[in-house]
């Protein structure tokens, strides 16, 4: 497993474990896994971002932290136009809240891909209009 899945795995625990948020040491965090902070800042910027549904927030400085919390997935907002990577993130999201399974998760991707789409007009539209029904029907 690859560094970054580790770090990742590890917050992805300690936010199991305390279900409002998880805070550490960015420096602590570094020392824990014996890489350098900036690599802990970059797991957090690809995996813990806003589109992948969590808040971060930091201090820096002596007494800094990291805190991490998952987003209210209750009212994900679909905007017109939903193009693909979007689409995979909302599912991605809605699939770690434990909205939906992994098989409902694949049925719905596979539903809104460009593939199924193909020759579809204006298929970002129409695909943000499925992503907002499965939503709603939640």
């Known amino acids: 497993m690859a560094l970054s899945d580790r770090i990742e795995a590890f917050i992805c625990e300690l936010l199991r474990e305390d279900s409002d948020f998880a805070e550490f040491g960015?420096?602590?965090?570094?020392?824990?896994?014996?890489?350098?902070?900036?690599?802990?800042n970059y797991v957090i910027a690809t995996r813990f971002n806003e589109e992948n549904g969590y808040l971060v927030e930091s201090r820096r400085g002596?007494?800094?932290?990291?805190?991490?919390?998952?987003?209210?997935?209750?009212?994900?907002?679909?905007?017109?136009?939903?193009?693909?990577?979007t689409a995979e993130m909302t599912v991605k999201r809605l699939f770690n809240s434990h909205r939906i399974s992994e098989q409902t998760?694949?049925?719905?991707?596979?539903?809104?891909?460009?593939?199924a789409l193909f020759d579809i007009p204006q298929k970002d539209e129409l695909r943000a209009r499925i992503l907002k029904n499965v939503i709603a029907n939640l």
């Not at 998760?105 to 593939?115: F, I, Q």
Request: charged share 30%; aromatic share 6%.
């Open 26 to 40: 960015r420096n602590e965090l570094a020392g824990i896994f014996g890489c350098v902070p900036s690599q802990i």
């Open 62 to 85: 002596g007494g800094g932290y990291i805190r991490i919390s998952k987003k209210d997935d209750k009212n994900i907002e679909i905007e017109k136009n939903c193009d693909y990577k």
């Open 105 to 115: 998760a694949r049925a719905v991707l596979a539903a809104v891909s460009d593939k």
